[in-house]
C-alpha cells in the first residue's frame, strides 16, 4: 500500500510539474484523458444548461401517452466524433430539428467554463453538422510552431499560431494584400520578421520599404531584391514597380494566344497559368511605417507624397494578377493620412491588428469589415507582444500570436537563402549594397556573421 501511494504521489507531482513547465507535454499524457472522459460525462448535463436541446418530437410524445410512460427527456445533440489533437480536442456533434450552428458560437463562452477548457470555438462543417474545437490550454502563452507547418504550399506561408491551436497562414494567392497595424512595442516588427523568414525558401523577390533609414529590413537585405530607405528612393522605387508590373501584363497579354480551338484551362489572365519557363518571379512587397510615406511639410515633399499614394493604389488594384503583392504596415492608417489613403485600405483585403492604443485605430483595421473583432483588438495586453487579431473581407476573425523571432535568427535564416534572391531589371537600381560574405557564411551556410 505505501509503494501505490508513494508512486500516486510521484505521478501527481509529476502531473503538476509538467502542467506548470510544460503545458503541451500535460495535455498529451494527462490532460486529453480527463478532458475527454469530463467532456463524456457532462455532455447531456451541459447542453441542457447550456440551451442546446430540443423538446421531445410529437410522435415521441404521444406514444409515451398512448403507452403510459414518462414524457421523454429533451435531446442533446448527437456526438459523431470526438478527436483529439495535440493543443486540444474537436467534437463534432449532429444538429437536432431546429437547431442553428449560430446557437453554439453564441454558447460558446458557457461551454468553455462547463468543460473546463480554455477555449471553445464552433464553425459549421456542412448543413446539420457542427464542430467544436477546443484547447486544452493557452496555446499563446508559449508560441511552439508545428514542425509540419514548414510544408505549406505555393505562396502560403505560416506566420503566427491560432487561438484554436491551428497554424495561421499568410495565404497570397487568396489575399493579395495585407494591412498589419499596431502600437509601438505591439509586435508588428517580429510579425514581419516571420514573414520575412518564412518566405526567404522560397523562389519570390522580396522589395522593402523601410523609412527609418532601414533599421528594420537592412538586416535582412541580402534577401532582399530591392530596398528603399527613405521616401525619395520609396518614390522611384514604387514607380519601377509599376514599369515592371506593365510588363508583366504585356508578357500575359502576348501569351493568351486566344482561339476557337484552344482549350479553356490553357487561357490565362494571370501568371500563374503561364509555362513555368516565363512566368514572372512573384513580388511580395514590404512597407514598413506607411504614414512616414504619407507625411508631408512642403510642397515638393506633397508632390513626392502624390506620387507615392498613387503608385501604392495602383500596385494594389492591379499588382495581383501580375504577381505583386503588398504587405503595409503601420501604427495608425487613417483618412488624417491624406487624399487615396481609404482607397488604398479598401484594396487591402487581409487585416493585422496588434496591440493598440485607442479604439479608433481598431477602427480603422476592422470597423468596415469585421467589427466584432474591435472589441478584442482594444482587450490585447500589454504583456503579451506579438498577440493579434487577424480578419479578411469575409468579416471573420481569431485571435493569433507570432513566435518570437530574434533579429540574430531572423538574419541567419535571410543569408541562408541569400542564393535564392532574384534580379528583376525593372529594380536592378534598388538593389542593396552589401559586403560578400565570407567563407564560414557563404550563402548555403546556416550561419551568418554580423548584422550589416
Known amino acids: 500500500m505505501t509503494a501505490l501511494t508513494v508512486t500516486l504521489a510521484l505521478v501527481a507531482t509529476a502531473a503538476l510539474l509538467l502542467r506548470w513547465q ?11 484523458v480527463f478532458a475527454m472522459v469530463r467532456i463524456l460525462a457532462r455532455y447531456a448535463s451541459v447542453m441542457d444548461a ?33 478527436r483529439p489533437t495535440r493543443t486540444g480536442l474537436v467534437l ?38 457542427v464542430e467544436l474545437r477546443m484547447t486544452g490550454y493557452d496555446v499563446l502563452k508559449r508560441v511552439q510552431m508545428p514542425a509540419a507547418a514548414a510544408r505549406a504550399g505555393v505562396m502560403r506561408v505560416p506566420v503566427a ?49 523601410d523609412c527609418k533609414q532601414g533599421v528594420e529590413l537592412a538586416p535582412l537585405a541580402r534577401r532582399f531584391t530591392a530596398l528603399g530607405y527613405n521616401p525619395d528612393a520609396a518614390a522611384d522605387l514604387l514607380d519601377a514597380l509599376v514599369e515592371h508590373m506593365e510588363d508583366v501584363y504585356q508578357l500575359i497579354r502576348r501569351e493568351q494566344r486566344l482561339s476557337a480551338d484552344l482549350p ?8 500563374w497559368d503561364l509555362p513555368d519557363h516565363l512566368r514572372p518571379t512573384p513580388i511580395v512587397l514590404l512597407v514598413d511605417e506607411v504614414a512616414e510615406l504619407a507625411l508631408f511639410a512642403t510642397k515638393e ?5 502624390d506620387r507615392i499614394i498613387t503608385s501604392l493604389v495602383r500596385l494594389a488594384q492591379l499588382g495581383r494578377a501580375a504577381g505583386i503583392y503588398l504587405e503595409i504596415c503601420g ?36 470597423g468596415d469589415i469585421a467589427p466584432d473583432a474591435v472589441l478584442a483588438t482594444v482587450q490585447i495586453r500589454t504583456d503579451r507582444p506579438g498577440t493579434a487579431v487577424a480578419s479578411d473581407s469575409s468579416g471573420g476573425w481569431v485571435r493569433i500570436r507570432t513566435p518570437h523571432l530574434t533579429l540574430r535568427r531572423a538574419v541567419n535564416i535571410a543569408n541562408s537563402h541569400a542564393h535564392r534572391t532574384p534580379e528583376i531589371p525593372a529594380l536592378d537600381a534598388f538593389r542593396p549594397v552589401l559586403p560578400p560574405l565570407g567563407k564560414a557564411a557563404a550563402p548555403s551556410a546556416v550561419t551568418a556573421p554580423a548584422i550589416v
Open 161 to 209: 499560431m491560432r487561438e484554436d491551436g491551428e497554424v495561421y497562414y499568410r495565404d497570397y494567392r487568396q489575399t493579395p494584400h495585407a494591412l498589419n497595424v499596431g502600437a509601438t512595442q505591439s509586435g508588428k516588427s517580429v510579425y514581419q520578421r516571420n514573414l520575412v523568414a518564412a518566405l526567404a525558401p522560397l523562389d519570390v523577390a522580396l522589395v522593402g520599404i
Open 301 to 305: 515633399e506633397e508632390k513626392r507624397r
Open 92 to 129: 463534432r456533434v449532429k444538429l437536432r430539428p431546429g437547431q442553428d450552428a449560430f446557437d453554439f458560437s453564441a454558447a460558446s463562452d458557457r461551454l468553455r467554463h462547463s468543460f473546463v477548457m480554455q477555449n471553445v470555438t464552433a464553425r459549421e462543417v456542412r448543413s446539420g453538422v
Open 22 to 32: 510544460r503545458p503541451a507535454w500535460y495535455w498529451m499524457s494527462f490532460g486529453v
Open 264 to 271: 479553356d484551362a490553357e487561357i490565362t489572365a494571370d501568371i
Open 331 to 366: 501604427q495608425r492608417f487613417g483618412s488624417e493620412l491624406g487624399k487615396g489613403i481609404t482607397m488604398l485600405r479598401a484594396q487591402l483585403t487581409g487585416r493585422t491588428a496588434h496591440r493598440v492604443n485607442d479604439e479608433t485605430s481598431a477602427n480603422m483595421a476592422f
Open 50 to 82: 447550456c440551451g442546446l436541446t430540443v423538446p421531445p418530437s410529437r410522435w415521441r410524445l404521444t406514444l409515451a401517452r398512448m403507452t403510459g410512460r414518462p414524457i421523454p427527456d429533451s435531446r442533446a445533440p448527437r456526438i459523431l466524433r470526438l
